[in-house]
């Protein structure tokens, strides 16, 4: 009898946005789909043989498909801490000088007209890429996305000018290992920190219940009171550094991240 052989299975590679081929003869324009002219609001047809399954300068399935979902979101304002509710509970001063010293005063007070179509677009195709992707780095990271039918892209440090965000920590990454988040949160909460149960409410401090209610908001894309997520609370301690230093039983450890990567990482998700 004929020895029984095992023929190795071939593994097809996984497509992605980097190496997907669009098939030839497909011509469609970077700016196809729009303008909509009398089609605003209404889904896109992800049936439609212009669209490619991934496009990385234009319109693709799955960017529609995002964009579909969106269709049944309200897209809301920015909620922005109230100027004058802060100035009569005196707490407008240490809020400021605690968002300034986060790197972020100004985009936590500067409001914009809202274009709910745009920012729907926006959503739909935001994308974190970076020019060497074995070396993700603050210099080499980029955020892209499509408005009105026009590829988008901009650079972190482009974005830091836009919105006027610190570039002091120019980090791309979330320090899982943070070693002052047991402390830190003790200092400033009424119970022990736990995994499950981390909450804004449990913030002693009126003014820094009023901060991180603004940054998880501003940029953690959270609307009510909720759990503070580690990105938030060492948001919060970049905010109180030099207090903290005085603190003897806290261990010390900057925190690097930068916050115009949280902003963009906030559309990207």
């Given at each position: 009898?004929?020895?029984?052989?095992?023929q190795?299975?071939v593994?097809?590679?996984?497509?992605?946005r980097?190496?997907?081929?669009?098939?030839?003869?497909?011509?469609?324009p970077?700016?196809?789909?729009?303008?909509?002219?009398?089609?605003?609001?209404?889904?896109?047809?992800?049936?439609?043989?212009?669209?490619?399954?991934?496009?990385?300068?234009?319109?693709?399935?799955?960017?529609?498909?995002?964009?579909?979902?969106?269709?049944?979101?309200?897209?809301l304002?920015?909620?922005f801490?109230?100027?004058?509710?802060?100035?009569?509970?005196?707490?407008?001063?240490?809020?400021f000088?605690?968002?300034?010293?986060?790197?972020?005063?100004?985009?936590?007070?500067?409001?914009h007209?809202?274009?709910?179509?745009?920012?729907?677009?926006?959503?739909?195709?935001?994308?974190?890429?970076?020019?060497?992707?074995?070396?993700?780095?603050?210099?080499?990271?980029?955020?892209?996305?499509?408005?009105?039918?026009?590829?988008?892209?901009?650079?972190?440090?482009?974005?830091?000018?836009?919105?006027?965000?610190?570039?002091?920590?120019?980090?791309?990454?979330?320090?899982?290992?943070?070693?002052?988040?047991?402390?830190?949160?003790?200092?400033?909460?009424?119970?022990?920190?736990?995994?499950?149960k981390?909450?804004?409410?449990?913030?002693?401090?009126?003014?820094?219940?009023?901060?991180?209610?603004?940054?998880?908001?501003?940029?953690?894309?959270?609307?009510?009171?909720?759990?503070?997520?580690?990105?938030?609370?060492?948001?919060l301690?970049?905010?109180?550094?030099?207090?903290?230093?005085?603190?003897?039983?806290?261990?010390?450890?900057?925190?690097?991240?930068?916050?115009?990567?949280?902003?963009?990482?906030?559309?990207?998700?």
């Amino acid at each position: 009898m004929a020895p029984r052989t095992k023929q190795k299975a071939v593994k097809t590679p996984k497509i992605t946005r980097e190496n997907y081929v669009p098939p030839p003869g497909n011509n469609a324009p970077t700016s196809f789909l729009w303008p909509r002219v009398g089609q605003e609001g209404q889904p896109i047809n992800i049936d439609d043989l212009m669209l490619f399954d991934f496009n990385c300068e234009g319109w693709d399935k799955e960017s529609a498909k995002w964009y579909n979902s969106l269709l049944h979101i309200e897209i809301l304002p920015t909620r922005f801490g109230h100027v004058n509710t802060l100035v009569s509970l005196r707490l407008d001063t240490d809020v400021f000088e605690t968002l300034h010293a986060m790197g972020i005063a100004p985009l936590c007070y500067r409001t914009h007209e809202l274009y709910p179509d745009l920012v729907q677009q926006v959503l739909a195709t935001a994308h974190i890429g970076y020019d060497d992707p074995s070396n993700p780095t603050y210099e080499n990271c980029s955020f892209s996305f499509l408005a009105d039918g026009k590829f988008c892209s901009l650079s972190v440090d482009k974005l830091k000018e836009i919105y006027d965000i610190s570039d002091e920590r120019r980090e791309v990454v979330v320090t899982n290992k943070f070693t002052p988040t047991d402390r830190f949160w003790d200092l400033i909460a009424n119970e022990s920190l736990t995994s499950r149960k981390v909450y804004q409410s449990q913030i002693r401090n009126p003014t820094l219940r009023v901060i991180v209610k603004m940054v998880s908001n501003l940029l953690f894309a959270k609307d009510q009171t909720s759990k503070v997520t580690k990105g938030e609370l060492q948001m919060l301690y970049s905010g109180l550094e030099d207090d903290i230093r005085r603190a003897r039983d806290i261990p010390i450890q900057s925190v690097t991240t930068n916050p115009g990567y949280h902003l963009i990482w906030m559309f990207y998700s």
